[in-house]
């Protein structure tokens, strides 16, 4: 009996997170390009010595643009990688069709590359052929499964929801300034939410919090500097 709690996990239970895999990359590239890219162009807008009505409306733009821009390059990308899964599952399950013997070798030859005997891989491959065979080649074979699988309009969603969230945190923190004070106060909040972006997404996935909080911060840092510069270089000011 106590081998057989151990066995269905009563005894063990696991939490994993590689199930958060597809919306948390779409949820923390999102929100981490809307704060740097709106953060990037207020400085940038306001490092010209632009009137606060033109830096908000900047910011503004920016916000819809970038939301709008995301959520397409998200769908796009992540609906080209469920074009090829489902290409690829198609092909597995006419070679499944065509040469189950075939296909029952060639399973067993990849457990055995993972450590098993011959012997035993082939069995392993046998009950799993007759359990579910597609599935045990779109896994083993293939590298797909439930917790991976791409989902487009899940990332689409997420990212652009985000963008706008993230997005919204320096451009709140604009309006409440005036024109003259934009580009240092926005820079610093903006590397403080990013800092909390990256501490809040390490220990979401389970990463080291110190090393995402650098991370971002850094290219956070870089990316306003770069557009306060043009700024500086192309101002409209007096």
Do not use: C
């Not at 948390?24 to 306001?46: E, K, M, W, Y």
């Not at 891989?121 to 052929?129: C, K, N, S, W």
């Not at 024109?179 to 800092?195: H, K």
């Not at 997404?201 to 990316?223: E, I, N, P």
């Amino acid at each position: 009996m106590a081998q057989q709690r151990e066995l269905d996990g009563s005894r063990h239970p696991e939490r994993h997170r590689t199930d958060r895999v597809g919306w948390l990359r779409a949820a923390v590239l999102g929100a981490n390009d809307g704060i740097v890219s709106t953060a990037s162009l207020l400085v940038g807008v306001a490092a010209a010595e632009a009137d606060h009505g033109a830096v908000m409306l900047a910011g503004a733009a920016g916000l819809v643009a970038g939301a709008m821009s995301m959520a397409a390059g998200e769908y796009v990308s992540v609906s080209s990688q469920a074009d090829t899964e489902r290409a690829d599952l198609a092909r597995e399950r006419q070679e499944l069709a065509d040469d189950a013997a075939a296909e029952l070798a060639e399973l067993t030859g990849i457990y055995v590359n993972r450590g098993l005997e011959p012997s035993l891989a082939q069995e392993v491959a046998l009950q799993l052929t007759r359990h579910d065979a597609l599935g045990a080649h779109a896994r083993d074979e293939l590298g797909i499964t439930a917790s991976l699988k791409a989902r487009p309009v899940q990332a689409a969603l997420t990212s652009a929801a985000m963008f706008s969230i993230g997005a919204a945190l320096p451009l709140a923190t604009a309006s409440l300034l005036p024109a003259s004070r934009i580009a240092a106060v926005v820079s610093l909040t903006s590397l403080l939410f990013l800092g909390v972006l990256g501490g809040l997404s390490a220990r979401a996935g389970g990463a080291q919090v110190h090393t995402a909080v650098v991370r971002v911060t850094v290219w956070g840092a870089m990316a306003m500097a770069a557009t306060a510069l043009i700024g500086v270089l192309l101002g409209v000011g007096p």
